[in-house]
């Protein structure tokens, strides 16, 4: 997955993206991850979606939302690699499945 975004970032730079936009991934104090990708002047355009959290337990959750064209999305700390999936398949696909996020805190 970490390669994927880093193509992705890639992709999007245009030495101004780059400057205003871009991706915040950081840790939080729950603790966790938390991640936030600008979507402004890239040819992705998300839908808004209200925040949405998946939790199994206190040690495994996730939840994402989007708004104004920007993803931000939270999870445990061994969710890192689920939050860019989330993100990668939404942008694919135009949305994600729930059921496919509850499968892949499971695994």
Known sequence: MINWLQNWFKNQCNS??????????????????????DLEETNVLLNKKEWQLFEIANDNWVGYKIENNIYNASGDPEKLELLILIFKQIVENGNINNSYIIEKMNS
């Open 16 to 37: 101004d993206w780059e400057h205003d936009y871009g991706i915040r991934i950081e840790t939080i104090d729950n603790p966790g991850w938390n991640i936030k990708i």
